[in-house]
């Protein structure tokens, strides 16, 4: 079973890394599945840890004193366009460390098992102490998809890691629950377009402000994004979703009458009230009293994971119509967990 360690005891998880061990290590979106880039036999046991088909990529995280001209010498990016290079620039002195997820060309230290055979390579600068001071002993980056079983829901506790993976690695280090909870937001830098792969926890509209260029928000056909699969970030249960307070009571009301025990996720908790009065068999989670979007995004992940551990025989969730800020990641991730497609 999983050690899980203190950040003072971070040296053992460094020297594991180190010797090409997998850790799981907490960063300020999720928990991710760290091993050293460079060591194929480490990658190799990412994805075989998490049980993840090899053409899923993961994404590389590096130091906080990396710059876009220190990865292109130490040959983790490629080629960049001269417009391409502003671009990534601009968004990387704004935005790094932090929540955003640059997919730019790979470099030639870059093993293609790591991007699934494409000529890009995802790229992140996490902006934990706890990452960040592992990164700096590593001096190399390090390999990390989110510490769940392939398909499942992303942990935002260490507690959540143990229970997912804790079987099958020998360390996870604790820094506490995660401060935004919904995973990094993915642009693809390409020499003419930018395109949003992945909402996440920096929304949209700030990176429009910043980037100088048009953002592509419409869904991306491409073999790079494969990650972006229907059914992804799911409980085990069945899940339905509805859109709103209202259309929450209908369909909670409707399902309670097929099964014993229901789980549902509402939004408020004036949307959990309404339930509570005319529904009775229902197992209730509250995403966030007041609906505070940062509150939903942060929660969202633990209260799918504690429906889905409840007695519950089928979740329904509430989602909104609106894509604004947070919300446009907050109802991917809903539709995905239902196995729709956003
Ligand atoms: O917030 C996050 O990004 C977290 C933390 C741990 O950093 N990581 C994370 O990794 O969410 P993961 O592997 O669960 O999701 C990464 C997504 C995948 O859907 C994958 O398809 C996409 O990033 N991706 C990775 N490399 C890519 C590449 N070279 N081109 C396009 N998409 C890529
Ligand atoms: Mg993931």
Redesign the pocket.
């Known amino acids: 079973m999983a050690r899980i360690l203190q950040p003072r005891s971070l040296q053992v998880a460094v020297q594991a890394l180190l010797a090409e061990d997998v850790v799981a290590l907490p ?1 300020e ?5 760290a091993a050293r880039f460079d060591s194929p036999i480490a990658v190799e046991s990412v994805f075989r840890t998490k049980g ?1 088909p090899a053409h ?4 590389v ?1 590096v130091a906080p004193t990396a710059t876009l001209e220190s990865l292109v010498r130490q040959g983790v990016v490629g080629v960049l366009s001269p417009r391409a290079r502003r671009v990534t620039q601009k968004l990387m002195a704004r935005f790094w460390p932090g ?1 955003l ?1 640059l ?1 730019l060309p ?1 470099g030639r230290r870059v093993s293609p098992n ?3 055979d ?1 000529d ?3 790229l ?1 600068m ?1 902006a934990h102490p706890v990452f960040q001071r592992v990164l700096r002993s590593t001096r190399v980056p390090l390999v ?5 079983r392939f398909q499942g829901i ?1 942990p935002t506790r260490a507690e959540h890691v143990h229970a997912e993976l804790g079987d099958r690695i020998r360390f996870i280090v604790d820094g506490g629950p995660c401060k935004l909870g919904i ?2 937001t ?1 642009l ?1 830098i390409q020499p003419n377009t930018v395109s949003l ?2 909402p ?2 920096l929304p949209l509209e700030a990176l429009r402000k910043v980037a100088g260029v048009p953002i592509r928000a419409s869904r991306v056909r491409s073999s ?5 699969e229907s059914r ?1 970030y799911s409980p085990s249960k069945p899940v339905a979703l509805a859109v709103g307070p209202r259309d929450l009571l209908i369909k909670a009301t409707a399902l309670s009458k097929t099964f014993r025990s229901l789980g549902v996720l509402a939004r408020t908790q004036s949307s959990a009230d309404r339930i509570k009065k005319s529904v009775h068999n229902v197992i209730l989670e509250v995403a966030s009293p007041n609906g505070d979007p940062q509150e939903v995004a942060r929660r969202l992940y633990g209260c799918m994971r504690r429906l889905d551990n409840s007695v519950s025989d089928f979740l329904l969730m509430e989602t909104t119509r609106s894509k604004s800020g947070l919300l446009r990641a907050v109802s991917d991730r809903l539709q995905r967990a239902a196995g729709l497609t956003s």
Do not use: K, M, Q
């Open positions: 960063t979106t999720v928990y991710g599945l993840r899923d990529p993961l994404i995280h929540p997820t997919v790979r790591i991007t699934a494409s890009y390579v995802a992140r996490p990390a998809p989110s510490a769940n992303s995973e990094s993915i693809w792969l992945r996440g926890a790079i994004a494969p990650g972006r992804h």
